[in-house]
């Protein structure tokens, strides 16, 4: 079960509004979301929690790239909407680096391999590389919220009800349940 909301800061404090992710596709349309959310370019922050699994905080000032972070990117990565935010960049990965190996025509007999060992090494880094690829844990810019009140050490000790918890440290939990 899955939990969204924005959160926008105005003039008058923050203004929530339930939010279906359904036809976001990219973190590029989850931004675009966002900013629907402020005309004026205020600080608008998506809120997305699964269970106790995991949540994410996606922050969008204005014009600027969004700001990500995952508090455990390995269950995100499990689900539709964490793969949104985890981006390569989040990750650490450099989208290039897969085209570049899959241009090469290595056979494995360059240094002495047979090539059904290599077809064996590809099958093996196939099915537990992307899994490695993703760490367990948080992910992403832990500072997001710091300038809001909320440490970068308290959204680290955040876990089973990190939405409800951020907004309380907001001053916006009534503005949030008026959405849940």
């Known amino acids: 079960m899955y939990f969204a909301a924005l959160l926008a800061r105005t003039e008058d404090g923050w203004e929530a509004s339930d939010t279906e992710l359904d036809d976001v596709e990219t973190l590029s349309d989850l931004a675009d979301l966002a900013r629907e959310a402020s005309p004026d370019e205020d600080t608008v922050l998506v809120l997305i929690e699964q269970e106790d699994a995991w949540f994410g905080v996606v922050r969008v000032d204005g014009e600027e790239d969004p700001r990500i972070y995952v508090s455990d990117a390995a269950a995100a990565a499990r689900s539709s909407y964490g793969e949104i935010l985890l981006t390569d960049e989040l990750l650490g990965r450099d989208p290039d680096d897969g085209d570049d190996l899959d241009a090469l025509d290595l056979d494995g007999t360059e240094d002495g391999e047979s090539d059904e060992d290599d077809d064996d ?45 951020i907004a309380e440290s907001l001053g916006a939990s009534e503005t949030l349940e008026t959405v849940r």
């Open 121 to 165: 090494a590809e099958d093996a880094a196939g099915t537990a590389g992307s899994a490695e690829s993703v760490p367990h844990g948080p992910v992403g810019d832990a500072m997001i919220l710091d300038d809001l009140g909320v440490s970068e050490k308290e959204l680290r000790l955040m876990s089973t009800d990190a939405v409800t918890e």
